[in-house]
């Protein structure tokens, strides 16, 4: 079993470094906010790090699961960082969902050290996190990606070698486009419903069965009908991926009106103080908008 370092502790590394462990890995935990660290260490055993520097140099693989560009780039570069404590033949996955432009740039640095890189950004929130059926989408060489998928292996239900670094989080932006339009058409659908007057706890599982259903009809509807969201992944970090899309596709000199709408139906619900709420909150912004 490999000596592995897990740095981020959020909603969706907490779980993913627990896998690891569970599955006989030697883990360190370094997180910025201590106290996760802590509660991690007293759920699952593994060790504790003062710092993302001692994490890596007890380690042969550090796995990063931060929130930002400036997140990952911090917990990376500098006295204390990766960087500073991985060795030469190390191996840096990230499960980060960033720019591919930060990706390649902090790939190419440590590259000079002898460390591989592989950008691994998941689908399936915290739900598929805590019952290690992510998706991954993976960039980075041949070889490296050869040597992660075995750590990959024990929270995934799906990865796959995508291209070269970047090329992981390029795809990962092409999910949270589809995501973000099925969600939009699941809510503005059961709005209809709602307004026609039609039963729509009945309307939706049939729907779930045919050419309209998604993961997000089928694990979304009831709680969208019930009007909960203090769940799953939050507006604020939608909002932040789309914005990473967004970048990208001007970039590229492309234009995505769909998604480009939806953004701004997100701020909406931000608006509304529902940063935190579950992306299926858009079915509130058009109630809201209704009354």
Not at 260 to 272: H, S, T, W
Request: proline fraction near 2%; charged fraction near 15%; charge should be negative.
């Amino acid at each position: 079993m490999a000596a592995v370092a897990f740095i981020g502790l959020g909603v969706m590394g907490f779980p993913m470094a627990g896998h690891l462990q569970q599955a006989g890995h030697q883990v360190t935990v370094w997180n910025r906010t201590s106290a996760k660290a802590d509660a991690w260490v007293a759920r699952y055993g593994g060790r504790q790090a003062s710092s993302a520097r001692e994490a890596a140099a007890n380690a042969n693989i550090v796995l990063t699961c931060v929130g930002r560009d400036e997140d990952l780039a911090e917990v990376v570069r500098g006295p204390e960082g990766i960087g500073a404590g991985l060795q030469s033949g190390g191996l840096i996955i990230d499960h980060s969902t960033v720019s591919a432009t930060i990706t390649r740039a902090l790939a190419d640095e440590l590259a000079k050290q002898g460390i591989d890189w592989v950008d691994a950004p998941v689908s399936g929130g915290q739900q598929g996190a805590e019952n290690g059926q992510l998706s991954i989408f993976c960039g980075g060489s041949a070889a490296a990606v050869a040597r992660a998928e075995p750590i990959l292996a024990i929270y995934a239900k799906a990865q796959a070698h995508i291209g070269a670094c970047g090329q992981g989080q390029l795809a990962k932006m092409v999910n949270q486009i589809c995501v973000a339009g099925v969600i939009e058409g699941l809510a503005e659908g059961m709005h209809f419903a709602q307004q026609a007057g039609i039963d729509v706890a009945k309307v939706m599982p049939l729907i779930g069965q045919g050419a309209g259903a998604s993961w997000q009809l089928l694990n979304r509807y009831e709680t969208m009908l019930a009007d909960a969201y203090e769940h799953g992944f939050a507006v604020d970090w939608m909002r932040k991926d789309l914005g990473i899309v967004l970048n990208e596709a001007h970039a590229l000199g492309l234009t995505l009106p769909a998604t480009e709408l939806i953004d701004g139906f997100y701020a909406d619900v931000q608006d509304l103080g529902g940063g935190r709420w579950d992306t299926s909150s858009l079915l509130r912004r058009l109630q809201e908008k209704s009354r």
